[in-house]
């Protein structure tokens, strides 16, 4: 833990936070009305988990998998239940790439950047689908339609270039094939076949 410790910033100044008390933050600022999904969340979350250091990482991963992200007020619960400063949490948390920080869209585009991939277009594809969405990867639309996301390798690199729609594989995508397949994701269709097999 030490480690990781020494990638926290001194942003928050290493505060405990409190439970209950002023809803005015220290710049006098009224505080966001709690989020009730957090809320429900940790009413269980509270029972299944020790108040111990060794909880942070299943607590944050049960975080997401309940949310779809970490947001900031399930770290600061988690750092209340742990006794631990929240700057410690969001440490953590930022040390792993497997946490996300932003509500998910309602479509999840994923796509794979590893070297087979790569050599067979990947980068193209996430380019050319970042500039139609108007999105850096890692990011959701302004409309929270899409999020575009990237990972390292799927394990189907046979079939690279891979893209994961909603949990839906593609393989050997092209920049036209996922276009379409984005467009009748947006209508709210699905097309016959999610992409063409080039070549
Ligand atoms: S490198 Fe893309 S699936 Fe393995």
């Not at 009224?30 to 009730?36: C, G, H, M, N, Y």
């Not at 909603?166 to 992409?195: F, H």
């Amino acid at each position: 833990m030490k480690k990781l410790a020494s990638h926290i910033s001194a942003g928050n100044g290493g505060r405990a936070l409190k439970a209950g008390g002023s809803n005015k933050n220290r710049r006098g600022e009224t505080a966001a009305k709690p989020d009730p999904a957090v809320k429900r969340w940790f009413a269980a979350a509270a029972e299944t988990f020790s108040p111990s250091q060794s909880s942070m990482i299943p607590m944050l991963q049960s975080a997401q998998a309940a949310m779809g992200y970490l947001p900031r007020e399930a770290m600061r619960v988690i750092a209340r239940h742990l006794a631990v400063p929240p700057a410690l949490v969001e440490g953590v948390a930022s040390f792993y790439a497997q946490f996300r920080y932003e509500a998910p869209g309602k479509h999840r585009v994923t796509v794979c950047r590893g070297t087979a991939c790569h050599v067979r277009g990947s980068g193209k594809l996430i380019d050319e689908l970042g500039a139609s969405l108007g999105v850096e990867a890692g990011r959701t639309t302004a409309n929270g339609e899409f999020t575009l996301e990237t990972v390292a390798c799927f394990g189907a690199c046979a079939l690279a270039p891979v893209v994961v729609i909603d949990g839906k594989v593609s393989g050997r995508v092209s920049v036209a094939s996922l276009k379409a397949e984005i467009d009748q994701t947006g209508k709210g269709a699905r097309p016959a076949r999610a992409a063409k097999a080039r070549g």
